[in-house]
């Protein structure tokens, strides 16, 4: 049996409706921008195997640490011991992340982060002798699989069958121009009428909700409320965090910074599962105790597993490089020189970029996962371009590394597509 096959007798792939969909293109290998197939065709991974692998695949620096790793520490418990790795990662990320952040809690993958998040806020109130129960999130939003994430998910094809198992979460329209002033009235009824423990959110970019994107000053106002109403605020940066946006986080666009940060995806440069936590000091100290009922009872048996810590710190040191940083400004140049040629195509309804993030919104009418959407994914990788196209939005979010070149033959893909539909 050739690789296809085996692949259809055990395996169960996510989002996917298998009556319909059977069969998969196998990968053998993967080396900066490209993905190869077992036939040797290349496919530039244009939108970084899910926000992952920034700094490509298998990127040397990265292989090396790690490598040098395995040699040394491959796996301890976190609970009651630590390593150097792990106090490396924390010092390099609170120096990256924004300056109220104070402590770090490691785990292994973006929902999970999510839901600690949650969880330290209910508990955070409940330490100090209050029931809060609410959670409020915007419409659309979606923050992982986990029960308390999918409970702050807006996407109802992500969590519709849980609906009646889910948290109390109340829900607000992702701001803009028109609807901000409504829906600063909407927030302030919910904060009188619930118990509110937090507030959740993607700043400026909801990733899953076809990259729509919204603006620092609206946000800001939002989260001043909340402020002012002691709810805790979540950002939920796990695909927008580590450059993606032209600075290190999304929310150092914003003055008014989170209580929480949820990080993973490119936090390890995609070579391993791992997430973190981050938080305030006001948000540990509650956790402080001489009673044990007051600690935070949350763990995973890889929790700060030394090698995913080594894979994060060649990540950041790779951030924090000219090299990449100079990258990021070429790529959101040359996004910038594609929207002004491709805004006014016939069959294009919107564009819009922030950093490195670029999307367009095609006029037809198509399903999330439907056949036509399909079409268009095929059709780009018969081109040699690997996108996943959010019902009829086709968007960009390549590797930093990626070349002038290799960029062209995304837009040119792109175009070839429009002109086909």
């Known amino acids: 049996m050739n690789l296809t096959e085996r692949d259809q007798k055990h395996i169960w792939h996510p989002l996917t409706q298998h009556q319909i969909k059977s ?27 899910w926000y992952t692998v920034m700094f490509g695949h298998c990127n040397d620096y990265i292989i090396e640490k790690v490598t040098t790793q395995l040699k040394t520490l491959d796996q301890i418990i976190f609970a009651g011991l630590t390593h150097e790795p792990a106090i490396l990662l924390s010092e390099l990320l609170i120096d990256i992340l924004p300056d109220n952040q104070e402590k770090i809690f490691f785990s292994d993958n973006g929902s999970t982060a999510n839901e600690i998040a949650i969880k330290m806020s209910l508990q955070y109130h409940y330490n100090k002798g209050v029931k809060k129960d609410t959670i409020i999130a915007f419409e659309n939003g979606f923050h992982g699989d986990t029960f308390g994430a999918m409970s702050a998910s807006g996407l109802s094809v992500y969590n519709g069958p849980f609906k009646e ?46 990259m729509h994107m919204y603006k620092a000053e609206y946000l800001e106002e939002i989260l001043k409320l909340c402020k002012a109403n002691n709810i805790i605020c979540i950002a939920d940066e796990v695909m927008t965090g580590f450059g993606k946006l032209g600075k290190n986080f999304a929310s150092d666009y914003i003055e008014t910074k989170p209580d929480i940060i949820s990080l993973s995806k490119a936090l390890t440069a995609g070579v391993v599962p791992m997430a973190a936590t981050s938080c305030t000091s006001d948000i540990y100290n509650a956790f402080l105790s001489d009673s044990i009922d007051n600690a935070f009872f949350h763990a995973h048996t890889y ?119």
């Open 23 to 49: 069969t998969f293109l196998p990968i053998s290998k993967a080396k900066g921008v490209l993905l190869f197939d077992e036939d040797g065709n290349e496919y530039i991974d244009g939108i970084s195997s």
């Open 165 to 210: 198992h889910l948290l109390k979460v109340e829900r607000i329209p992702t701001p803009n121009k028109k609807n901000i002033e409504r829906t600063l009235k909407k927030l302030e009824k919910l904060i009188l009428d619930n118990k509110v423990s937090c507030f959740i959110y993607e700043p400026l970019v909801q990733g899953a909700n076809s």
């Open 303 to 421: 929790t700060a597993n030394p090698i995913a810590c080594s894979a994060a710190i060649a990540g950041i040191e790779l951030l924090k490089s000219k090299d990449i940083k100079e990258n990021i400004q070429k790529i959101i140049i040359s996004h910038q020189n594609f929207n002004d040629k491709i805004k006014n195509h016939p069959k294009v309804e919107s564009t819009r970029q922030l950093g490195v993030i670029f999307a367009l919104d095609l006029n037809i009418d198509m399903d999330r996962y439907g056949s036509k959407r399909d079409d268009i994914q095929k059709s780009l990788m018969q081109k040699g371009v690997y996108l996943r196209p959010l019902g009829k939005t086709i968007y960009i979010l390549a590797p930093y590394i990626i070349s002038e070149l290799q960029l062209f033959k995304i837009y040119s893909s792109i175009e070839e597509v429009l002109e086909e539909l």
